[in-house]
């Protein structure tokens, strides 16, 4: 699949069938999320894949039932969870180098993406889920301190095509040099 029909073509999906995912296809989304930038090279990106079905279990009791990924958590064959270790991305010599602070959120999501696309290329479904209580999470995967869930997904073959939602126009979120005065 080329890249730009990669981008365009993945969507969130939240109903996958229990056919299992080739370890051979996951190493290569692995590989993928290896692959990300990170900030200074420092790869604080950490992947828990979740195959136990007590542990996703465990794992969609972080997400509150209204939200929409809460059945996907435990229908699809895995679970991946992406963590990140802190105070390591956006620092220098020990300080936050940055106004932000701690770099991790956006090291995890460059990894993630890398992970999600390589998986619609691959034939494969995935949701990013945030909405969870992220230290439960932790305690259920065992992360020792300094490491923090920042987002799951569920990953397996999608049970039904998702919609394709529409775009805002690029006029209405790209600026050229600077924002215009209103």
């Known amino acids: 699949m080329e890249l730009y029909e990669a981008i365009r073509g993945r ?34 990106c950490e992947v828990v894949v979740v195959s136990d079905p007590q542990v996703k279990e465990a794992l ?12 996907a958590m435990v229908d699809a064959p895995l679970s991946v969870a992406f963590c990140a270790k802190t105070g390591r991305a956006g620092f220098y010599k020990g300080k936050a180098a940055t106004p932000r602070g701690d770099w991790f959120m956006f090291d995890v999501a460059l990894a993630m993406e890398n992970f999600m696309l390589a998986a619609h290329a691959e034939g494969l479904g995935t949701v990013c889920v945030g ?10 995967l065992g992360a020792p301190e300094g490491v923090e869930v920042v987002a799951l997904t569920p990953l397996g073959y999608p049970a039904a095509e998702a919609k394709v939602p529409p775009r805002k126009p690029r006029d209405e979120f790209v600026r050229w040099n600077r924002y215009a005065a209103d």
């Open 60 to 71: 969609q009791k972080t997400l509150p039932p209204a939200n929409p990924a809460f059945r």
């Open 11 to 44: 969507r969130s999906i939240r109903r996958y069938k229990p056919d299992p995912v080739p370890q051979e296809v996951l190493d290569r989304l692995l590989e993928a999320a290896q692959w990300a930038p990170s900030w200074a090279h420092t790869q604080c």
């Open 131 to 140: 909405l969870f209580d992220a230290a439960e999470a932790a305690r259920v």
